[in-house]
C-alpha cells in the first residue's frame, strides 16, 4: 500500500511539475469565454478574428483558439490562446469571424461572432459608400485603410449597404451573422480556407488499411531520374 | 594533405596526453592512497593482485571514456586548438578524478583501499571500483559535452550531477535486499555484481537526463530533473514486467533456509547476478523511453 501511495504522488509530482514548467502553458493565456476578451485586449480600434481552432492530444485534449489582433494603426498581431472543451466547441463554426471588436469612437465593444472588418464597416474615418453600376452600394476602405480587406480575409468581397444594415441588427440582438449568403465562418465560401489550410489540423485518414500497410513494402520512387553521366559513373 | 598532416598531429597529441594523464593518475593513485606500498618507481605485478589490477585498470579506462567525446575546434588555428584541448582536458581530468575520490567517500566510507585491495586482495571491493570508475566516466562525458568550453557550466553540471549520483547510491537498499557492508566485509561477489547492475544502470539514467541541450542553467536542471522523475515512474514497471514476463522468482528467503543460515550474508553469486542484472535491463530499457521521442507535431509547440 505504501509504494502504490509512493508511486501515485511521484506520477503527480511529475505531472505537476512539468506542467508548472511546460513553456507551452506558460506562454500560453487560458480563455474561459469571450467575456475575458476585454480585459485582456487592450486599445482602440481593435478586432479580434478567429483565424484557427484546433486541439492538440490523444486521450486528454488541449483546446487552443488561434486569433488575429487587427489594430486599428498598427501591424497585426497573432496569439494562440488555450481554451476549454466548451468554449471551443461554441468557436467551431466561427473560424474566419470577428469574436471581438472595440470601437474607437466610444469605446464600445462587443462580443458577438460577426464577419471580419466589420468594426470599419460603415464608419466614414476608414471608407465610404460608393454606387456600382448594378445599383448597390459597396464599401470601400480609403486608400490608407486599403491593406484592411487582406487583413481581414475578404479577397475580392465588397460589404454591400444590407450586409451594413444585417451587422447591426445581429449586433444589437446579440446573435452571430456569418454574411448575407453564409460567405463567412468556417464553411463559408470565404473563409473556409484557413480552415483547409491549418497547419495544426489533424487530417482524416482516407486511405484503407492495407494500402497503408503498403507503405511497409514499397520501394522509393524518384521523381527526377538519374543522368545517363551519372548511371554511366 | 596539409590538413591530413595536422589531423594525424593532433591525434598524436590526444594519444601523447591519455599517456600523460594516465601517467598523472598513477602519481595520484598513491597520493590519495598513501598506504599502498607500490610507488612511482616500482613495477607492477598484475598476476600477483587480480583486484588491484582490475581496480587500476578500471581507472584508467574510465579516463579513456571520460575523452571518448573531446572535440577539435581548429576556426581560429591550430596553437588555439591544442590549447583549448589541454584546458578542458585538463579540467575533465581532474573532475574524473574529484568524482571518484566523493563517490567512494559516500559508499565505501567504511573501508579502506588498503586493507580491501592490496592485504584481503577482494575481488568484490575491486568490481565495485571498476563500476564507480565507468559509471562516473559515462556522466562525465556526457557533462564535458554538454558544458562545452565554459568552465563555469562544467562546475555546474559536475555539481549538479555528484548530488544525483549521490542520491542514487543512498537507494541500494531500498532496490536490493543484500546488505552492502557486511556482505562487503565478507568479499561477497553477489553483493558487488548486484551493485555492479545498480550502479551502472543509475549511471545510464542519470547520464541520459544529463544528455539535453544546455540554453538556459535554470530550464536545463528542470529538465534534468523532470527526466530523473520519469524514469522513477517508468523504472518500476520494468522492473515489475521483466519479474512478471519470465517469472524471475526473488528466491533469496529459500536460498537462505537450504543453507540452514541465519542470516543474508552468504548469498551465492546467482542471486546478485539476478539483482543487478533485473535492475540494469530495467535501467536500461527506462533510458529507451525516457529519451527523445519524435511525436512529430502531434502536440504542437509555441
Not at chain 2, 594533405?1 to 596526453?17: G, P, Q, S, T, W
Not at chain 2, 598484475?46 to 571518448?68: D, Q, T, Y
Not at chain 2, 562516473?136 to 568550453?149: D, H, P, R, Y
Amino acid at each position: 500500500m505504501n509504494k502504490i501511495s509512493l508511486y501515485t504522488l511521484l506520477v503527480l509530482l511529475f505531472l505537476g511539475l512539468s506542467k508548472s514548467f511546460s513553456p507551452t502553458a506558460q506562454k500560453t493565456t487560458f480563455v474561459q469565454n469571450e467575456q475575458v476578451f476585454p480585459g485582456l485586449f487592450t486599445g482602440a480600434p481593435l478586432s479580434l478574428v478567429l483565424v484557427d481552432a484546433f486541439t492538440a492530444g490523444f486521450l486528454i485534449k488541449t483546446y487552443y483558439l488561434k486569433l488575429k489582433i487587427v489594430h486599428g494603426f498598427k501591424q497585426p498581431e497573432f496569439i494562440i490562446v488555450r481554451t476549454n472543451k466548451s468554449f471551443y466547441k461554441a468557436n467551431q463554426a466561427n473560424i474566419g469571424m470577428s469574436l471581438f471588436r472595440r470601437y474607437e469612437r466610444n469605446n464600445q465593444e462587443s462580443t458577438t461572432p460577426l464577419p471580419p472588418g466589420s468594426l470599419y464597416v460603415g464608419d466614414p474615418a476608414f471608407g465610404g459608400w460608393k454606387y456600382h453600376n448594378s445599383g448597390q452600394r459597396k464599401w470601400h476602405f480609403h486608400r490608407v485603410y486599403r491593406h484592411f480587406s487582406r487583413q481581414f480575409f475578404w479577397g475580392d468581397y465588397q460589404p454591400n449597404y444590407e450586409f451594413y444594415e444585417k451587422i447591426k441588427i445581429h449586433m444589437k440582438n446579440e446573435t452571430p451573422f456569418y454574411g448575407l449568403n453564409g460567405e463567412f465562418g468556417t464553411e463559408g465560401s470565404i473563409t473556409k480556407s484557413l480552415y483547409e489550410k491549418s497547419p495544426y489540423r489533424v487530417k482524416k485518414n482516407t486511405e484503407g488499411f492495407l494500402d497503408h500497410l503498403k507503405m511497409y513494402i514499397s520501394l522509393p520512387v524518384s521523381n527526377n531520374p538519374p543522368k545517363k553521366e551519372e548511371v554511366k559513373g | 594533405m596539409n590538413e591530413l598532416f595536422d589531423k594525424l598531429i593532433l591525434r598524436v597529441v590526444f594519444a601523447l596526453f591519455i599517456c600523460l594523464t594516465l601517467l598523472a593518475y598513477r602519481m595520484v593513485h598513491n597520493l590519495i592512497y598513501p598506504s599502498n606500498r607500490t610507488n612511482l618507481l616500482q613495477k607492477f605485478y598484475p598476476s600477483k593482485n587480480s583486484a588491484e589490477s582490475l581496480h587500476f585498470f578500471a581507472r584508467l579506462v574510465g579516463i579513456g571514456i571520460v575523452f571518448s567525446e573531446f572535440s577539435f575546434n581548429l576556426d581560429q588555428g591550430f596553437l588555439y586548438a591544442v590549447m583549448d584541448f589541454f584546458i578542458r582536458a585538463v579540467a575533465g581530468f581532474i573532475v574524473y578524478l574529484v568524482s571518484l575520490y566523493t563517490v567512494e567517500s559516500i559508499v565505501l566510507y567504511n573501508f579502506d583501499y588498503h586493507d580491501e585491495i592490496v592485504k584481503r586482495k577482494s575481488t568484490a571491493f575491486a568490481l565495485i571500483g571498476l563500476v564507480h570508475a565507468l559509471g562516473v566516466s559515462f556522466i562525465l562525458k556526457i557533462i564535458l559535452s554538454t558544458a562545452g568550453t565554459s568552465l563555469i557550466v562544467l562546475l555546474f553540471l559536475w555539481l549538479f550531477a555528484l548530488v544525483l549520483i549521490g542520491f542514487a547510491t543512498k537507494t541500494f537498499p531500498l532496490m536490493s535486499r543484500l546488505s552492502f557492508n557486511r556482505l562487503l566485509i565478507q568479499r561477497s561477489n553477489a553483493l558487488a555484481v548486484s551493485y555492479f547492475g545498480f550502479f551502472i544502470g543509475w549511471s545510464f539514467i542519470i547520464a541520459s537526463a544529463l544528455n539535453v541541450p544546455l540554453t538556459q542553467i535554470k530550464w536545463y536542471a528542470i529538465q534534468v530533473v523532470l527526466k530523473i522523475l520519469l524514469s522513477l515512474i517508468i523504472l518500476p514497471i520494468f522492473i515489475k514486467g521483466l519479474k512478471l514476463i519470465f517469472a524471475l522468482n526473488d528466491d533469496l528467503n529459500n536460498l537462505v533456509k537450504e543453507e540452514d543460515q541465519q542470516d543474508t550474508t552468504n548469498i551465492e553469486l546467482g542471486y546478485g547476478v539476478y539483482e543487478g542484472a533485473t535492475f540494469f535491463t530495467a535501467c536500461f530499457l527506462t533510458i529507451v523511453i525516457t529519451g527523445k521521442i519524435n511525436f512529430s507535431n502531434f502536440y504542437p509547440s509555441f
